[in-house]
């Protein structure tokens, strides 16, 4: 049998607000004067974290910071030939790419990976994970396998000339060099596809060949700050402009690409790229993060039949499900984005955000047969 403590009546609920505000403020306040000032201390405070979680501009828009390590085609030959470590962080949408692209490729072995965990102060931090797995792919929290360090912030400071920026995953490291190579996950995707072929299981794929890279970077040019970058401008927005903006923005930009995946199996067409890896870190995250935490509300992912078969054609690639962590994705959002989510509770999800709905049948590979069959009549 329960036990269910009684509701408190209307007078001790007052008791209980004025003996806070004792505590406080010193003498009591009315009942509608507390809830105003707590508003404005509220308002004020969060105003204060968002400007330290996400930079805005003047009209309340979310800008992302630019990454400080870059890596570019010219140098790929002399990372080549360094000992790697790639660190991630399982929630991270930017991270989870090069994480997908390293198995794609088949360099799990080639470069090892340390992962992460979201700390309560916003850093990442690595802890020991004992949690047995069945699969050896499976990526779980652990230790920092290459420095041994407690933190990212430490990594990032131990490198030589130290470091006093942003400290972001992706990153990956160079062991003899004890210095930072990259933290921009797009060169560091591109890197994976054509700089470590040497290294690679799966040396032949090539997830941006030469004839496709201008469709790649056309659709990497609206993908980015529209959908990867646009959810995260609704749920940073510090005014109902900017948000407004990006949730429109968001939004008639997946119903064009909804449209395009009705007579395209992919981005590019019949061929998997760099640009359909982006995307799918994205709607991965959509309905059981975004559409909930981060205000993405005018429709769920499910409610897109084509954008929700694709995504789960790509989940059943083999190597891409091992990346995907829906639990931790959860925790990596509801429990550290504080400004967000103060409480820390985790939402029930629809079927649509679980992964076990992600196995079943997508039949994408009739989508260019059917359209064949239609332009032959």
């Known amino acids: 049998m329960s036990h269910q403590s009684p509701k408190p009546s209307t007078s001790t609920t007052t008791s209980i607000f004025t003996s806070a505000t004792k505590l406080l403020w010193g003498p009591s306040l009315p009942p509608g004067l507390l809830i105003s000032t707590a508003r404005t201390a509220w308002t004020t405070v969060w105003q204060l974290m968002m400007t330290q979680l996400a930079p805005s501009d003047s009209s309340g828009s979310y800008t992302r910071p630019t990454s400080k390590f870059r890596l570019d085609p010219t140098q790929f030959t002399s990372a080549a030939s360094s000992e790697l470590h790639l660190y991630v962080g399982l929630p991270c949408p930017w991270a989870h790419r090069t994480l997908i692209v390293r198995a794609l490729k088949g360099l799990n072995d080639a470069v090892p990976v340390s992962i992460a965990s979201p700390g309560q102060d916003g850093s990442w931090e690595f802890k020991n994970n004992n949690i047995p797995i069945k699969d050896k792919d499976k990526l779980i ?214 992964q076990d709905s992600l196995w079943r049948p997508h039949n994408r590979d009739l989508v260019g047969k059917a359209i064949e069959a239609q332009l032959s009549v």
Request: include cysteine; glycine fraction near 8%.
């Open 141 to 354: 929290p652990s230790l920092d396998k290459a420095n041994r360090c407690r933190n990212l912030k430490e990594v990032y400071k131990s490198r030589s000339g130290g470091y006093d920026g942003r400290c972001t995953v992706p990153m990956l490291w160079d062991l003899r060099k004890k210095d930072v190579v990259c933290n921009e996950s797009y060169d560091i995707i591109e890197f994976f596809n054509s700089g470590l072929n040497k290294l690679a299981r799966n040396d032949n794929l090539d997830l941006s060949p030469p004839e496709l890279k201008e469709m790649i970077q056309g659709w990497n040019q609206i993908v980015y700050p529209k959908v990867n970058n646009g959810v995260y401008r609704c749920g940073f927005a510090q005014s109902q402009e900017a948000y407004d903006g990006a949730v429109n923005e968001l939004f008639s930009t997946l119903d064009e690409i909804e449209d395009h995946l009705g007579s395209n199996r992919y981005l590019c067409g019949e061929r998997l790229t760099l640009a359909d890896v982006c995307l799918f870190t994205t709607l991965i995250r959509f309905d059981s993060v975004y559409n909930i935490l981060f205000k993405c509300t005018k429709k769920k992912l499910v409610e897109y039949p084509n954008l929700y078969g694709y995504l789960r054609e790509i989940y059943q690639i083999p190597g891409v499900a091992a990346t995907c962590d829906i639990s931790a994705i959860m925790d990596g959002y509801y429990k550290t984005l504080f400004p967000l989510n103060a409480s820390g509770i985790q939402p029930a999800i629809s079927s649509s955000g679980d």
